[in-house]
């Protein structure tokens, strides 16, 4: 069975829909409050499941309810959720998202036990083999991702890392990520910082997306509902694809189709 490990985070996402983002200073009245599941690494975690991938969580929670609740519904999902670690005296990550109408939204991430991932925690990674995928987004410790990128390289797993939210990770592991995931405002982010990624994947919403010299158009969307976690969708769904053996092309046609799909619904998870 292919495996994708996944080192991230896992947020509670609580989402206020407005009609327009608000600028610098001003204050805006928005619809009700609604709580979902998310984090970079647990929508990741899950769209991979989906998509078939026998997944390993590594990440941490706060010791609260969010928290074990959320350890619950992965485990509900059939995501292995041994190495997520309860972290005393510090909250669950938190995400604000501001969602407007046309779908489009914006978040402010308050990180809390994501921050305090540790290079013990990533123990389960000396167990990684060849067959075995590590993707890892960049809403936990920044240092101990790229330990992990590292040391699953070294045990010769393909490594993919997810550029979201934009940082400037250290060459050497941009050189080893097979590919970097980035959508089109981290591609730009990374020109800027001068860095450079060996195997870059560029997601171009409805432009499709870029990994190298091959060109995948996207899939049609019904109603764009909510982006929030679309390209979470995409990254969990391509690790899924390339561990299952699949070729570039053909998974990245399936991410473009899941993410394609996430856009309809409310919330970053299914
Ligand atoms: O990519 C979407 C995710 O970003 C949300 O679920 C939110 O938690 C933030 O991490």
Not at 49 to 72: H, I, K, M, N, T
Not at 209 to 233: F, H, K, L, N
Request: one cysteine or more; a negative charge.
């Amino acid at each position: 069975m292919p495996r994708v490990v996944v080192v991230g985070s896992l947020n509670i996402d609580s989402v206020v829909e407005v009609e327009r983002h608000p600028q610098p200073g001003e204050t805006l009245m928005g619809g009700d409050l609604a709580t979902f599941f998310g984090g970079k690494g647990a929508n990741q975690a899950m769209a991979a499941a989906a998509a078939g991938a026998d997944v390993l969580f590594v990440g941490r929670v706060g010791d609260d309810a969010s928290g074990r609740q959320y350890v619950e519904r992965l485990a509900a999902r059939g995501i292995d959720t041994s190495a997520i670690a309860i972290t005393p005296g510090v909250s669950t990550g938190h995400a604000m998202i501001a969602l407007a109408a046309d779908g489009e939204n914006t978040i402010i991430v308050s990180p809390g036990a994501n921050a305090r991932l540790t290079f013990a925690d990533l123990e389960p990674l000396d167990d990684l083999t060849p067959e075995d995928v590590l993707l890892a987004p960049l809403e936990s410790d920044l240092g101990v991702i790229a330990e992990a990128a590292r040391r699953a390289s070294a045990r010769g797993a393909r490594v993919i890392v997810n550029l979201a939210p934009f940082s400037a990770l250290p060459e050497d592991v941009l050189a080893l990520a097979d590919p970097v995931v980035v959508n089109e405002h981290e591609a730009e982010l990374l020109v800027t910082s001068g860095l450079r990624a060996t195997s870059l994947l560029v997601t171009l919403g409805s432009d499709g997306s870029r990994w190298g010299d091959i060109e995948v158009p996207a899939d049609s969307v019904g109603t764009v509902v909510d982006t929030t976690g679309a390209g979470d969708c995409y990254c969990g769904t391509l690790a899924a694809a390339l561990a299952a053996g699949q070729d570039e092309p053909s998974a990245m046609a399936l991410a473009s189709e899941a993410a394609a799909r996430a856009v309809e619904w409310l919330g970053a998870q299914p």
